[in-house]
């Protein structure tokens, strides 16, 4: 496959080719970022047949960032017409189509083409697709994000539901839900959106508590006509906001979740609690929904609506476990049938997954489930020793919990530009984390993780199967400091 925008700036005149999996977020940063380098000869691969990543595959009603939505926006795309503090999902899709289209990105992009093995081969990677598809090129940036293989339960005789039954990143559309009876599986967030959402459009509501979680208040609110112009007109608007949202969310709540013992996470746990206990007014209810661990040891839910959605007269709390699904709803441990016309599976993702199912190969034959056995690990988040000239966004043990992931992403794509450059200078022509660094960069990780938040007693999808949080474990000031240059003497340059 060939391009006729290619890039020939390298030492020794190669055209340096890249491969983009994924047309997210991440994938769109990419694209953009290269086409400013002046590096043109790219393509982007997505298994769906349109852009947006996480919010083209959740479309459930309720879906919105909870990330503010002018930090969860591109350093370099602005958006002056966010609708509110907190955005939309649709909104939110439609902002990345905007910004793959503006900056030229949408025609670089090969749709329904799901890719399945890459294999280094000879200096270069080779690229199979599912639809027969091939390619080779001199990079791989795997953009291929993390929310998007769903997790299904292991709930007995689930497919004898006569009703509509469906994950919440699958909804479908086709399927009424006004004036039905429907039951709603899992409490993260994306489960207190949906719930949240669905309270007034439905008859019943019966949400299936495995695990209590705490609930933090955060008001929505909607930016007025004044003030988007002023964004729109002042060039500074954005940037002060940015500026401020940035301090508060970093400074306030990213940067201490690596110290269980931090005074602001015990602040972050009281406000939980005084949230809960002003909110329910049913003591029974109230201590029902109350967990057992600490606020912040799993991802924190944000709502400011689901307390009261919990306490209307047609919703219904079910925490005795579910013992198997019926042909006419949900059987719960307690032996109660609670009737239902539709079930939604709000369950989670498989965010072990990353890249996979697609078999990656590296120098040696060296697959990705070899290196990854145990649990998914990468240096600094980006580079696996043997697979050289692969990089990740937003990989294994990047700061992926209630961070702006737009801003992880750039600080990552602007790291591994600066590893890119060693081979476009021509002082190598392969590049990847050594086995020393990688090795210590794990220990290290893993050394400090037992000290986080995710730590002090639950269970959650940022533990691994050891139990061991994989998420960047330290301050987000210190991945920025880390993400300023790479050390190149923990790199192997071939």
Same mark, same amino acid.
């Given at each position: 496959?060939?391009?006729?925008?290619?890039?020939?700036?390298?030492?020794?005149?190669?055209?340096?080719?890249?491969?983009?999996?994924?047309?997210?977020?991440?994938?769109?940063?990419?694209?953009?970022?290269?086409?400013?380098?002046?590096?043109?000869?790219?393509?982007?691969?997505?298994?769906?047949?349109?852009?947006?990543?996480?919010?083209?595959?959740?479309?459930?009603?309720?879906?919105?960032?909870?990330? @503010?939505?002018?930090?969860?926006?591109?350093?370099?795309?602005?958006?002056?017409?966010?609708?509110?503090?907190?955005?939309?999902?649709?909104?939110?899709?439609?902002?990345?189509?905007?910004?793959?289209?503006?900056?030229?990105?949408?025609?670089?992009?090969?749709?329904?083409?799901?890719?399945?093995?890459?294999?280094?081969?000879?200096?270069?990677?080779?690229?199979?697709?599912?639809?027969?598809?091939?390619?080779?090129?001199?990079?791989?940036?795997?953009?291929?994000?993390?929310?998007?293989? !769903?997790?299904?339960?292991?709930?007995?005789?689930?497919?004898?539901?006569?009703?509509?039954?469906?994950?919440?990143?699958?909804?479908?559309?086709?399927?009424?839900?006004?004036?039905?009876?429907?039951?709603?599986?899992?409490?993260?967030?994306?489960?207190?959106?949906?719930?949240?959402?669905?309270?007034?459009?439905?008859?019943?509501?019966?949400?299936?508590?495995?695990?209590?979680? =705490?609930?933090? @208040?955060?008001?929505?609110?909607?930016?007025?006509?004044?003030?988007?112009?002023?964004?729109?007109?002042?060039?500074?608007?954005?940037?002060?906001?940015?500026?401020?949202?940035?301090?508060?969310?970093?400074?306030?709540?990213?940067?201490?979740?690596?110290?269980?013992?931090? @005074?602001?996470?015990?602040?972050?746990?009281?406000?939980?609690?005084?949230?809960?206990?002003?909110?329910?007014?049913?003591?029974?209810?109230?201590?029902?929904?109350?967990?057992?661990?600490?606020?912040?040891?799993?991802?924190?839910?944000?709502?400011?609506?689901?307390?009261?959605?919990?306490?209307?007269?047609?919703?219904?709390?079910?925490?005795?476990?579910?013992?198997?699904?019926?042909?006419?709803?949900?059987?719960?441990?307690?032996?109660?049938?609670?009737?239902?016309?539709?079930?939604?599976?709000?369950?989670?993702?498989?965010?072990?997954?990353?890249?996979?199912?697609?078999?990656?190969?590296?120098?040696?034959?060296?697959?990705?489930?070899?290196?990854?056995?145990?649990?998914?690990?990468?240096?600094?988040?980006?580079?696996?020793?043997?697979?050289?000239?692969?990089?990740?966004?937003?990989?294994?043990?990047?700061?992926?919990?209630?961070?702006?992931?737009?801003?992880?992403?750039?600080?990552?794509?602007?790291?591994?530009?600066?590893?890119?450059?060693?081979?476009?200078?021509?002082?190598?022509?392969?590049?990847?984390?050594?086995?020393?660094?990688?090795?210590?960069?794990?220990?290290?990780?893993?050394?400090?993780?037992?000290?986080?938040? =995710?730590?002090?007693?639950?269970?959650? =999808?940022?533990?691994?199967?050891?139990?061991? !949080?994989?998420?960047? !474990?330290?301050?987000?000031?210190?991945?920025?400091?880390?993400?300023?240059? @790479?050390?190149?003497?923990?790199?192997?340059?071939?």
């Amino acid at each position: 496959m060939t391009t006729s925008d290619v890039s020939k700036d390298t030492t020794d005149g190669r055209d340096l080719r890249f491969i983009i999996i994924g047309a997210g977020m991440a994938g769109i940063l990419s694209a953009i970022k290269l086409k400013e380098a002046g590096l043109n000869n790219f393509v982007i691969y997505e298994k769906a047949d349109t852009l947006g990543g996480t919010w083209r595959e959740n479309t459930y009603p309720g879906i919105a960032c909870d990330v @503010p939505s002018h930090l969860y926006s591109y350093s370099f795309a602005f958006n002056p017409d966010w609708s509110q503090q907190f955005a939309p999902g649709p909104e939110i899709r439609q902002y990345f189509e905007d910004v793959a289209e503006r900056f030229g990105v949408t025609e670089r992009i090969r749709y329904n083409c799901e890719i399945t093995r890459c294999t280094f081969d000879n200096g270069c990677w080779k690229i199979e697709a599912g639809d027969g598809t091939t390619d080779e090129g001199d990079f791989v940036i795997a953009a291929t994000g993390v929310l998007h293989h !769903p997790n299904l339960p292991d709930i007995e005789s689930l497919e004898s539901f006569e009703g509509a039954a469906f994950h919440s990143a699958r909804w479908d559309h086709s399927v009424e839900i006004d004036g039905k009876r429907v039951g709603v599986v899992g409490t993260g967030s994306s489960a207190v959106q949906l719930f949240t959402a669905l309270a007034d459009r439905v008859a019943e509501l019966v949400l299936f508590q495995r695990t209590a979680q =705490w609930v933090v @208040p955060v008001a929505n609110a909607i930016y007025s006509a004044a003030e988007k112009k002023r964004f729109r007109d002042d060039p500074e608007a954005i940037p002060e906001v940015r500026k401020a949202v940035s301090a508060a969310f970093i400074d306030g709540f990213a940067n201490v979740l690596g110290d269980m013992n931090n @005074p602001l996470i015990q602040a972050i746990h009281d406000a939980s609690v005084e949230n809960l206990e002003s909110s329910v007014v049913d003591p029974e209810l109230r201590e029902r929904l109350r967990p057992n661990y600490r606020a912040g040891c799993k991802r924190l839910v944000m709502s400011d609506g689901f307390y009261d959605a919990i306490q209307r007269p047609h919703a219904k709390l079910v925490d005795a476990g579910i013992e198997r699904v019926e042909a006419k709803g949900v059987r719960s441990r307690d032996g109660e049938l609670h009737e239902l016309d539709v079930l939604v599976l709000a369950t989670g993702f498989r965010v072990d997954q990353f890249m996979r199912p697609m078999e990656v190969v590296g120098r040696g034959g060296r697959t990705l489930e070899q290196a990854w056995q145990g649990s998914p690990t990468a240096y600094l988040a980006v580079s696996i020793p043997d697979f050289p000239n692969f990089f990740m966004l937003n990989g294994p043990n990047g700061p992926v919990g209630n961070f702006s992931l737009i801003d992880v992403a750039e600080l990552q794509f602007d790291y591994i530009m600066q590893l890119v450059d060693q081979v476009r200078g021509g002082k190598c022509r392969e590049v990847c984390a050594s086995y020393d660094a990688a090795e210590k960069f794990d220990d290290d990780r893993r050394e400090a993780a037992k000290s986080t938040i =995710w730590s002090s007693g639950c269970t959650s =999808w940022y533990l691994d199967e050891n139990g061991l !949080p994989t998420a960047w !474990p330290w301050s987000f000031d210190r991945f920025r400091e880390e993400m300023k240059a @790479p050390r190149l003497a923990d790199y192997h340059l071939k």
